[in-house]
């Protein structure tokens, strides 16, 4: 497949960028606690130049050593110190043929850190950035204002002294600048407060501080939210009328993006969100401005981003944790191996739940090597073995593949479809990324020519003439814990695509509202004329260690999609025509031509591991064959272990 339109060079002002693509600056955590860049820093990055991206955006970095610093492992440009690093950084990103630009940030509300001082343009609250010391925002005085103005000024002028090409304001996503666009946040009286005019009035002073510092053919891009998504915040027509302010005042590019923190499932969309989000608010944007635009959100696969671009909808696309996930999926891209990206599956669970939001660097759940970049390489093992894997889900997958790389003759065993529990995405209108990630595992398999035996692996087949064995089985579904009987129609979560034509226009009840149950009724509410009830015994929906984003969301999207959730009952026995249920001690029956039971999973019971060790066959278990987990689980454990075998 072609993505022509996705590599025609660009320019932005005089800047000559080789194609489309921007790698977005998605935080690393990665640098000195005095903002200093380290040598994972620079690797990282170096990995991203030479990957095929044309403009290679360096991540949020503040821009003075009061209140600007957001999170720890931040790159600083606030004082002259800094300025070394960064033109180690930009020089290594275009080694490899990319441009190298640097994004400028104030915290604002959005420290992080939760330490003094938080300064904003009023002392709006946001728990969550309180939480850890109880520090509130305080409203910025006209000095402050003054000073940071500066700041950014200077702090341009230092990543021009550095050789970047190109420098960035953010100036959306609920930091400083935002927080003064939007009326959500700022209540001020004064020239900075009010109507649109004052509000937008810091980001024009900071423009033209940056365009006084540097000289003009350096290209000026600004990064904003076209709107916030809050009911009383940031207009699309107060967005369109600032971008032509913001040509008029020098800037060369818009990088336009939606959301801020405390509307996270905006700014950095998980997996229910749809993709592009944010396209009908940059199409608004691109009449109204003779400069480019860049797209942001979701931008995951190069089908969408090619698309955008032969459509004419924006001039660039930035593309953010896709580049986490595989940092050569423009190169793949371009040379017609789309199939061999790694696919971002906007989990959110190692970037942001295991990673930043854990204090530490960034991770990625399908790619553990992020930020790690050439310490753990595959390589060849030092002999040739002959290994079977047992199991064909994500772990199976994932590790068959690194084992044949290693130079091992692999079997792979799995009865059924290839895919595991990630063939339930197929065909869903929501799991688009999951079966992204299913499709690519099971090419991953099939384009080395990996054998794969349609059996279930028992110790008898493991045993014969392997040299090792890598168990990665699943772990089994919870069964339903009371009787079953009569005609109803009564299957699992992974059963739902086979039988869709079976569930469309019929009653489903689904027992379980846990995260398993929440998604899997959610698949059934897409079929047409369905209608979905979920049986949930305790007090909530998605209770336990998941990642809250889905927590948080998910329950609102199923009541969206029209789905009967009924808390406090506890599902009994499967009769009939439906389900016995208890609440309050009294019993019902909650009537439905269709049974789901989607009670999670529990650990597995099997012997395999105990049988091959005494039979000598080294054998290691992983995935949720040795833990029940979520998908970074099973493509960790996969790649570490297999690369040791």
Request: aromatic content about 4%; hydrophobic content about 40%; proline content about 5%.
């Amino acid at each position: 497949m072609a993505f022509d339109s996705l590599f025609q060079p660009v320019t932005i002002g005089t800047l000559k960028i080789r194609n489309r693509i921007v790698k977005s600056p998605n935080t690393t955590g990665t640098c000195n606690p005095d903002g200093t860049v380290t040598q994972r820093t620079i690797d990282h990055y170096r990995t991203l130049g030479e990957g095929g991206a044309g403009l290679v955006m360096v991540e949020y970095t503040y821009v003075d050593d009061d209140a600007a610093k957001s999170i720890h492992g931040q790159p600083g440009a606030a004082n002259q110190e800094h300025v070394a690093g960064l033109g180690w950084l930009a020089d290594e990103i275009r080694a490899g043929g990319a441009r190298a630009g640097l994004q400028l940030v104030h915290s604002g509300r959005q420290r992080f850190l939760g330490t003094a001082p938080m300064k904003s343009a009023s002392d709006s609250s946001w728990d969550v950035a309180e939480m850890p010391f109880g520090v509130r925002p305080a409203p910025m005085t006209t000095e402050e204002i003054a000073g940071v103005v500066r700041s950014f000024g200077e702090a341009a002028a230092r990543a021009h002294a550095a050789r970047f090409d190109l420098v960035e304001i953010h100036a959306g996503h609920g930091y400083l600048i935002t927080n003064f666009l939007s009326p959500h946040t700022n209540k001020r009286t004064d020239e900075y407060g009010g109507g649109a005019e004052n509000r937008r009035r810091i980001l024009l002073e900071i423009v033209d501080s940056v365009r006084a510092r540097v000289p003009r053919e350096f290209p000026l891009s600004v990064r904003l939210s076209v709107t916030d998504y809050e009911p009383d915040g940031i207009t699309i027509e107060e967005t369109v009328e600032l971008c032509r302010l913001l040509e008029e005042h020098g800037v060369d590019v818009v990088h336009a993006s939606g959301g801020h923190h405390a509307l996270q499932h905006y700014e950095a969309s998980s997996w229910f969100m749809p993709r592009q989000l944010h396209r009908w608010g940059w199409e608004k944007i691109k009449p109204a401005v003779s400069i480019p635009v860049i797209a942001s959100g979701s931008l995951v696969s190069p089908e969408v981003a090619d698309e955008i671009i032969a459509s004419g909808s924006a001039d660039l696309v930035s593309v953010g944790r896709a580049l986490l996930a595989d940092p050569q999926w423009p190169e793949k891209a371009r040379t017609g191996r789309h199939l061999e990206i790694v696919p971002c599956i906007r989990c959110n669970d190692g970037c942001l739940v295991r990673g930043l939001e854990a204090k530490r660097s960034v991770g990625c759940t399908v790619n553990p090597t992020v930020v790690e970049e050439g310490r753990f390489p595959i390589g060849t093992a030092p002999a040739a073995k002959r290994v079977a894997v047992a199991g064909g889900g994500p772990a199976g997958l994932r590790a068959a593949a690194i084992l044949h790389d290693r130079g091992h003759r692999v079997v792979l065993f799995e009865p059924r479809e290839l895919g595991g529990d990630l063939n339930h995405a197929v065909g869903s209108t929501f799991k688009v990324d999951i079966a992204e990630l299913r499709r690519h595992l099971v090419h991953e398999v099939e384009r080395r020519g990996i054998e794969v035996r349609k059996a279930a692996a028992d110790a008898a087949a493991l045993a014969d003439g392997f040299d090792e064995v890598v168990l990665a089985t699943g772990a089994p579904k919870r069964p339903f814990p009371g009787p079953v009987s009569g005609t109803a129609l009564v299957i699992g979560p992974n059963d739902v695509t086979a039988h869709a034509d079976t569930l469309a226009g019929r009653s489903v009840a689904v027992v379980g509202g846990g995260f398993q149950g929440v998604e899997t009724a959610m698949r059934v509410a897409e079929l047409e004329g369905t209608s979905v009830t979920v049986l949930e015994r305790g007090d909530s929906l998605i209770r336990g260690d998941e990642v809250h984003y889905d927590a948080e969301e998910l329950p609102k999207l199923l009541v969206k999609a029209g789905a009967t959730v009924k808390l406090g009952h506890e599902a009994t026995a499967i009769e009939d025509k439906g389900v016995r249920v208890r609440s309050d001690g009294i019993e019902s029956l909650v009537e439905a031509d269709a049974v789901i039971v989607a009670l999670g999973r529990e650990p597995s019971r099997s012997t395999l591991q105990t049988e091959l060790d005494a039979a000598g066959i080294p054998a290691r278990t992983i995935g949720s064959a040795d833990r029940p987990g979520r998908v970074f689980d099973a493509i960790h454990a996969a790649f570490w272990t297999a690369r040791l075998i």
